[in-house]
């Protein structure tokens, strides 16, 4: 009996350690973990759930999965709308600006910078070197500002704007490896390897409001349907091929 | 700038404050709004979104998550991808669910009722979902029909504002704002 409950207890020890690891490998998402569009504003990270609400950044650990605890409540701003996580920063997308958090303490996410820009919605994308914003305004979110606007974020404490092109009506968007994918007044996929000078190379004519990138599916959400494409690249580019619609 | 919270119970602190400034900024408006000071507001002063709330008692809304079969979508927002499902928020409904293990074929298999919601995330077989000012946590296993509520956060989150940006008042004692329809 008493050989058994030290084995339990070694057990539980290994158990532990294994979660410690993963928590620390810091990946985008593991494989127990979902994936969202760019407008969520959940995203788990370690051995935590952030959520951003309209003022707040929100701190929730999972260190049992089945029973979130509430651990902090950081205040960012006004109007906050949009949170994607990349590796160990989130970026928070506002009405007034973006917004990089460190997570070197995943309970207490460090402010590392903002950028402001005119009042309009903004979901943000990130990769290791740049983020990636669409301003769009409608009755709410005032002016007339509908724009794709590129970060240099290798400084996260310091973006740097590089790139800042018209569109129609910009969303959600998500990045296809060297392609950002961007809900416009239809679906507009453009070459990002050179980010400061992005280049418009397809487009599928859908409206849509938000794009889910997972491997080479494309899933995309419109107020008249839902989408989904196999995207593929070549020499030339990159091309898609439609797997199903359904309309709303 | 950070708050910290030992207690389980979330501090909103912001809520009263935002509350006050906004009647502050009412009081204020209505004159410049009208014009002048002396007309008689008594027409529904406080009429000012376009906008009514739908509010849920407490009791109903910790009872209010279910899963039930597939529905119609109305109103699609968020969407969200776990392994071979697919989630689509109906908003401040719930969500509806595909099987997308055939991409060309998505088939609704679904519909996890939670009024008040938007946005959802999922860590293995666990659903964290907002529901008005709760954060839920459920586990699901569609195949065995159930669905069950693990964990339920209270007032983690701002009460729910009109799309135009405003908050309800008169609120009845013990009730959640769930959602707001455009007035007839």
Known sequence: ?248 | MVILNHSKKPLIMKTPYHLLLLCALFAFESCCFYGSCDDDFDDEPLAFSQYEPVFLSRADLERSIQLGEPVQIVNSGKIYVKDDLLFVSEVREGFHVFDNSNPENPIKIKFIEVPGSTDLAIRENVLYINQATDLIAATFNFSTNTLSVTKRVENAFPELRSPDGEYAYDIPANSIVVDWKLKN
């Open chain 1, 1 to 248: 009996m008493k050989k058994l409950f030290v084995y339990l207890i070694f057990t539980a020890f290994i158990t532990s350690c294994e979660s410690d690891s993963d928590s620390a490998s810091g990946q985008e998402s593991t494989s127990t973990d979902g994936q969202g569009g760019s407008l969520a504003t959940f995203t788990l990270k370690g051995d935590y759930l952030y959520v951003v609400d309209q003022f707040d950044l929100n701190v929730f650990s999972l260190g049992n999965t089945q029973e979130p605890v509430f651990v902090n409540k950081v205040n960012v701003g006004f109007d906050i709308e949009t949170l994607f996580g990349y590796k160990d920063y989130l970026y928070v997308g506002s009405r007034t600006g973006m917004f990089i958090y460190g997570l070197g303490d995943p309970e207490f996410p460090q402010k590392l910078s903002r950028v402001q820009h005119f009042t309009a919605c903004d979901p943000v994308v990130a990769n290791d070197t740049h983020a990636y914003v669409t301003l769009h305004s409608d009755t709410f979110c005032g002016n007339d500002i509908n724009v794709l606007e590129i970060y240099d974020v290798n400084e996260v404490t310091q973006p740097v704007l590089i790139s800042s092109r018209n569109l129609i009506f910009p969303r959600g968007l998500g990045l296809y490896g060297n392609y950002l994918i961007v809900c416009d007044d239809e679906i507009k996929i453009f070459d990002v390897s050179n980010p400061s000078e992005s280049r418009l190379v397809n487009a599928i004519d859908r409206q849509a409001f938000d794009v889910i990138i997972s491997g080479d599916l494309l899933i995309a959400i419109g107020e008249t349907g839902l989408f989904q494409y196999r995207l593929s690249t070549s020499q030339e580019g990159v091309a898609y091929t439609a797997l199903s619609s359904i309309s709303i």
